[in-house]
Nanobody, 121 residues
């Protein structure tokens, strides 16, 4: 069993910054691609950013130049530094990770519960 736990969400004014963290725990042999998605009310879930074990990153066009994804492989943790936040960034941010299970050796795709980010004055 693998669990992803996000933290760092909250309320911030436009132009402000937040840093999200997501720690994977449980039966982990190795984490693969990790990433962040977001879902705003009445909208579909969308990709924000992903990162491979060797730090190859992909960003949504809407966040390029403002958000930075990073990871700590030793801690099975992925981060999202969000700067110059806009009201349209308001959403639930959800962590995702590809994980090879330590016991079974099988790969799996895991999701966190999400953390709310609200950008408002």
């Amino acid at each position: 069993q693998v669990h992803l736990v996000e933290s760092g969400g909250g309320l911030v004014q436009p132009g402000g910054s937040l840093r999200l963290s997501c720690a994977a725990s449980g039966s982990i042999f190795r984490t693969g691609v990790m990433g962040w998605y977001r879902q705003a009310p009445e909208k579909e879930r969308e990709l924000v950013a992903t990162i491979t074990r060797n730090d190859i990153t992909v960003y949504a066009d809407s966040v390029k130049g403002r958000f930075t994804i990073s990871r700590d492989n030793a801690k099975n943790t992925v981060y999202l530094q969000m700067n110059s936040l806009k009201p349209e960034d308001t959403a639930v941010y959800i962590c995702n990770a590809d994980v090879i299970d330590y016991n079974s050796g099988r790969p799996g795709d895991y999701w966190g519960q999400g953390t709310q980010v609200t950008v408002s004055s």
